[in-house]
């Protein structure tokens, strides 16, 4: 959320004659009703976490095969490493040293993270609320600018916790989930930066059982772990705010097309949500894949038909998917993701994998009603 400072005042001029005061009135009220009309054909723009005045969302490219061909399903994303380092770094205070309050904040997380790996739901709770108070008071200190140092001089620290708990699993032969659920003392310091992490990268997928992180995907464990951090602002302001545009494209289309243990109707509101964030995604393709997926062929069928009229450029692809719904049975598959498989991490029912029960939002805070994001995706910030 910005904060730009006030416009410099013009120097004193001599005031228009009275003769132009009709003509600018005029040209006021046309140029008015031309912007109503914009705003009333094109909707509501969200805003673009890149741009530093809170601009509007820039269109990015989308990538060409955002779903399968020979069956109904999505694609692999593509994750550009390079893309969101860039934007990244382009934030205010991102790479700068933090202030010193920032360590108090990341004593309450640190703490957090031990009790999201245990079984006390009490004391995840406390744990929750101390650090939602800690971040909210830092904020008020160190701004925007802060955050951003925060997260990413942090980083370093919790990516090395993390390689560390990764390497003494396959060490001793154990899963990641053993080794974090049946913590060792001398292991106190890395699963307090990382131990909540990876029961929620479990349960999204994003994690094997050995803890191994596919290439393709390893970019996203630091927009994970930022947007993690940035949930405990919930209440304060738009998390998504302290995100860029790049990392929020990235993960949500990720979340979508490829995490696990997320359940239906959370996927179908987040087809909807991605199309703000990612203009041109075509959400009722995507929402008619998730009901196919999940048994609901009247559903898919009715979805997809209405696709072909949204979106003329993919008649072919969604002719074949109506094709394929008509030729043979939908899957008895959950509506828990796809390909959910029995490595798929902690139980997707079990509610103590993640800071939230809705682990897909990864949200620090202990209601994860209150804490998810997609139900309410305009969410205005809190002045």
């Known amino acids: 959320m910005s904060d730009p400072a006030d416009p410099p005042k013009p120097p004193d001029a001599e005031p228009p004659s009275r003769s132009v005061w009709p003509v600018a009135a005029v040209a006021t009220l046309v140029a008015l009703a031309g912007l109503l009309v914009y705003a ?30 020979d069956e109904i399903g999505f694609a692999p994303v593509h ?48 744990a929750a609320r101390e650090f939602n108070l800690r971040l909210t008071e830092f904020y008020g200190v160190g701004h925007h600018a802060g955050l951003q140092a925060l997260m990413t001089s942090s980083f370093a620290r919790f990516r ?49 059982p050995t803890g191994a992180i596919e290439p393709r995907l390893s970019p996203l464990v630091e927009v994970l772990y930022r947007y993690r951090i940035a949930q405990g602002l919930r209440g304060t302001l738009n998390p998504k705010e302290l995100m860029t545009g790049q990392e929020i494209r990235t993960f949500f289309l990720w979340r979508l097309h490829e995490a696990r243990s997320i359940p239906l109707d959370k996927r179908l509101l987040y087809a909807i949500e991605l199309s703000i964030y990612l203009p041109g995604y075509p959400s009722e393709i995507a929402r008619g894949a998730l009901f196919f997926q999940a048994g609901h062929v009247q559903e898919a069928r009715d979805t997809l038909a209405r696709a072909r009229q949204l979106y003329p450029d993919r008649a072919a692809l969604i002719d074949r998917y109506l094709q394929i719904i008509d030729a043979q049975p939908a ?53």
Not at 341 to 361: I, L
């Open 160 to 208: 090395e916790a993390l390689d560390l708990l990764v390497t003494r699993a396959r060490s001793r032969g154990a899963t990641i989930e053993d080794l974090v659920q049946q913590p060792d003392p001398a292991l106190q310091e890395a699963l307090s930066w990382a131990g909540g992490f990876v029961l929620l990268a479990r349960r999204l997928g994003l994690m094997d």
């Open 79 to 126: 994750v550009d490493a390079e893309a969101l380092a860039a934007a990244r770094g382009q934030l205010p205070g991102a790479g700068q040293p933090p202030p010193k309050e920032a360590e108090a904040v990341l004593d309450a997380f640190r703490a957090l993270n031990l009790q999201e790996i245990g079984s006390d739901q009490r004391a995840q709770t406390e």
């Open 40 to 69: 009333l054909i094109t909707g509501p723009v969200a805003p673009n976490p890149d741009a530093p005045d809170g601009g509007d969302l820039k269109a990015p490219a989308l990538q060409s095969d955002l779903f399968l061909e």
């Open 331 to 383: 899957p008895a598959a959950p509506d828990a993701g796809p390909a959910a498989a029995p490595d798929a991490g902690p139980a997707a029912d079990a509610p103590d994998a993640s800071p939230a029960a809705d682990a897909a939002d990864a949200s620090p805070a202990a209601n994860a009603a209150d804490a998810d994001p997609a139900a309410d995706p305009d969410a205005t910030p809190k002045k």
